[in-house]
């Protein structure tokens, strides 16, 4: 069955159309805007708001063209700002921030280009100090924010409905009900934290209550673990880096900053 037995008179016109189209190309534009006038008109007969559909920017690609349009004219706009940054960096925060598309730390916290150094992961978690290559990722953007950047602040930022840190929590103690190829291997590195939620939620709390804790215990865990990095033990010690947690709450549009302390008292005599 050929294309018009198939879809009849539309069919028969929209293959002239594209015939004529690839034979004048410079047609194109014209013949856009009669089809655009064309499905308004259909569109009002209908009662439908195809038009609106067709024009949204939901169409991912759209989006992001459009998004870099705005920032080249931001980008106008701050050209001292740019002629600067071309030069050097100069950021005073490295941020640890889960992957999560809700929960983009530079939105959230009105941050510049420039303003931070960012690492994205699963449940923003940073293992402990090691030479495996497999932690690489996480260790080698801490010793460039540290050591090259001289970052004065790290703040990990947990956040709620972390899907990271529910597969945690979803885990028998000994692996045996693992469902990926990397996740678990990946938030295993939270461990510690479940076993202190755990303790810390009574037995009538909720699993949202437990996964909240979970999820403040895990940065907890991580803000330790980034204690084990030789250079971040002595920026700290030297009092040129402070290390903070955080939890977003994007459900209730909160957000809780708290410090670590770490410090040795002063000797007293008993
Ligand atoms: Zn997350």
Known sequence: MGLYEK????????????????????????AGKKLEELVKELSLEANVDTVKEVASPVDPIEKIKKGFQDFKAYFKTEQKLFKALAESQHPKW???????????????LGLEL????????ISSLVPPYSKQRGHASAGSAIEYAVLHLKVEHIMIIGHSRCGGIK???????????????????WVEVAQPATKIAKAKCAHNSSFEE???????ESVN??????????????????GSLTLHGAYFDFVNGAFDRWGLQCSVEEPQPL
């Open 7 to 30: 879809e009849g008179a539309y069919g028969a016109v929209m293959d002239s159309l594209d015939n004529l189209l690839k034979k004048c190309p410079e047609l194109k534009e014209k």
């Open 94 to 108: 490295m941020i640890i921030a889960c992957s999560d598309s809700r929960v983009d730390p530079a939105l959230v």
């Open 114 to 121: 420039g303003d931070a150094f960012i690492l994205r992961n």
């Open 167 to 185: 597969a945690l929590l979803g885990m028998n103690e000994d692996g045996s009900n693992r469902f990926s190829e990397y996740i678990e291997d």
């Open 210 to 216: 437990q996964w909240t804790c979970c999820v403040k």
């Open 221 to 238: 865990v991580s803000l330790w673990n980034c204690m084990t990095y030789p250079f971040v033990r002595v920026a700290v010690e030297q």
